[in-house]
T-cell receptor, first 116, second 115 residues
Framework: DSGVTQTPKHLITATGQRVTLRCSPR?????VYWYQQSLDQGLQFLIQ???????AKGNILERFSAQQFPDLHSELNLSSLELGDSALYFC???????????????FGNGTRLTVT | TQLLEQSPQFLSIQEGENLTVYCNSS?????LQWYRQEPGEGPVLLVT?????EVKKLKRLTFQFGDARKDSSLHITAAQPGDTGLYLC???????????????FGQGTILTVHP
């Protein structure tokens, strides 16, 4: 058990809809990272928050947004969903502001999003 | 953009065989990590290598970081069915740039070990 909790585990929705994925980081970790994993793209970094502030941005679409709350949990909002958004969405957390030898990533078990 | 290429993409072997997975890039990384992911779960960190030429052993797994810190390999000796899973390498960008610490993942190697 990594200590990172993601909900829901599965989500099935229709095109055009909006969903929210939730992540609680490991106790003591201040950074939260969101990744998207698909068969053709592999594991792609979306966005990172550190102690409530956006820290780094990856290949995140404009239809997607995220935030980290004062209690350090994070939410990833996906809107105007398309079939191609179907994927596994992982949250990871780390102690420090960047992944490093002393601040490794701990991944949750993901949310499987299916857009029909 | 830093890219990591893993090979092979798929590996299907018998219990007891040895195997090597490669992770290559044209970019230099400050550190490189190997993860293992099982179905329905997130990636789990196996090891981090930080020094060029570094070799780390974890039971039957041997990890090596290239001298130029652009490539890495994972060697498994006497593979067991429990080793089955998706193996991912991930590189952290070099210090000094805005992407320092951000991990770039390879596409992964799906390993199946048959009893």
């Amino acid at each position: 058990d990594s200590g990172v909790t993601q909900t829901p585990k599965h989500l099935i929705t229709a095109t055009g809809q909006r969903v929210t994925l939730r992540c609680s980081p490991r106790s003591g970790d201040l950074s939260v990272y969101w990744y998207q994993q698909s068969l053709d793209q592999g594991l792609q970094f979306l966005i990172q928050y550190y102690n409530g502030e956006e820290r780094a941005k990856g290949n995140i679409l404009e239809r997607f947004s995220a935030q980290q709350f004062p209690d350090l949990h994070s939410e990833l909002n996906l809107s105007s969903l398309e079939l191609g958004d179907s994927a596994l969405y992982f949250c990871a957390s780390s102690v420090g502001p960047q992944s490093s030898y002393n601040s490794p990533l701990h991944f949750g078990n993901g949310t499987r999003l299916t857009v029909t | 953009t830093q890219l990591l290429e893993q090979s092979p993409q798929f590996l299907s072997i018998q219990e007891g065989e040895n195997l090597t997975v490669y992770c290559n890039s044209s970019s230099v990384f400050s550190s490189l990590q190997w993860y293992r992911q099982e179905p329905g779960e997130g990636p789990v960190l196996l090891v981090t290598v930080v020094t060029g030429g570094e070799v780390k052993k974890l039971k039957r797994l041997t990890f090596q970081f290239g001298d130029a810190r652009k490539d890495s390999s994972l060697h498994i000796t006497a593979a067991q069915p429990g080793d089955t899973g998706l193996y991912l390498c991930a590189g952290a960008a070099n210090a000094g740039g805005t992407s320092y610490g951000k991990l770039t993942f390879g596409q992964g190697t799906i390993l199946t070990v048959h009893p």
